[in-house]
């Protein structure tokens, strides 16, 4: 936090431009999707959203049974494991020289599938 908090009238304008790089980041993302690309590399989309949508919540589930976490608890650190990539991972490859193109793909497919996966780790955990 800032010594003496945000000056007055910052707060506005900080909250603003973060939704506005929230939604760009989407754009951006939209925006590199090609039918080529999703198509590109099936193999290693499969493999990520299998890891990120499947396994860490697996993993994460163990660990809460592990330590003896409360069910809330538990159930909101699985649920935050299930959730698919940010988008936001789409703009660090593509400033960092990586695989935009691919990182779009990943993402967009992580978001499609996250749709059946999170269902399916809800009504786990809802017994």
Known sequence: ALAGGVPPGASGLLRGLSQASLATGLLCVGAALTPGAMA???????LTAGFKLLLMPAIAMGLAALTGLEPLAAAT???????????TAYVQARAMGGDAPLMAAIITGQHVAALATLFFWAMLLAG
């Open 40 to 46: 590109d590399r099936m193999p290693t989309q499969a």
């Open 77 to 87: 650190a699985i649920l935050f494991m299930a959730q698919p990539t940010a988008s």
